[in-house]
């Protein structure tokens, strides 16, 4: 893909209904998935390496993993560290250094450069999503929409979240690429982020 290609895009909430059917959920939850019930400073998610706190903003924490520094640098570039160190809450789509590897070459220099910003902008929050979802709501809103559920992004697009097996959630973009979320629940005090291996790209 080259950059004169992208179309413009922008990266940039159900409760648990009660306490037994939190503890069913968790059960039913894959390994590195934590439920907002469960979330505290002693009880934390490792990522790239590093823990995640849930007293620190998502740019305090996404700076410390090692499998996020590229779209940390992104984040930056965009100017968009102010905004994620906001209130929010904002639910955060991440992808991975090896995400933004995957991408063809020269992308994410391209992306980077100053006279790019716009586009960088639209792509990082179009991996962004109002409000706070964690995975129980994730689920509930996909068994909600029978099967698949339509997140509208900060940039405006939409995500479709999906399950994959019987515990597991994909996350589509508008070009049709898929995603995995690949580490759960990563609570921060303005939002979650949920860890995935592709970037997404509107239509």
């Known amino acids: 893909m080259k950059i004169a290609h992208v179309v413009p895009m922008t990266l940039a909430?159900?409760?648990?209904?009660?306490?037994?059917?939190?503890?069913?959920?968790?059960?039913?939850?894959?390994?590195?998935?934590?439920?907002?019930?469960?979330?505290?400073?002693?009880?934390?998610?490792t990522v790239g390496g590093a823990p995640m706190y849930a007293s620190k903003t998502i740019v305090a924490n996404a700076v410390n993993s090692k499998d996020h520094t590229t779209l940390v640098a992104a984040v930056k570039a965009a100017g968009l560290v102010a905004t994620l160190e906001g209130p929010g809450p904002f639910t955060v789509f991440a992808p991975t250094n090896a995400a933004f590897a995957a991408l063809p070459a020269g992308t994410v220099p391209a992306l980077l450069k100053p006279a790019n910003k716009p586009t960088l902008t639209k792509v990082l929050t179009y991996h962004v999503v109002p409000g706070k979802l964690d995975y129980a709501d994730l689920v509930a809103l996909i068994q909600k929409g029978g099967g698949s559920a339509r997140l509208t992004t900060v940039e405006g697009g939409t995500l479709t979240i999906m399950m994959n097996g019987m515990h597991n959630i994909d996350v589509k973009d508008a070009k049709g690429d898929v995603a995995q979320i690949t580490t759960y629940d990563v609570n921060q005090s303005n939002g979650v982020i949920q860890v995935i291996d592709k970037v997404m790209l509107p239509g």
């Open 13 to 45: 909430a159900s409760l648990l209904a009660a306490c037994s059917q939190g503890m069913a959920q968790s059960a039913a939850m894959p390994a590195g998935a934590m439920t907002a019930s469960n979330s505290s400073e002693t009880m934390t998610v």
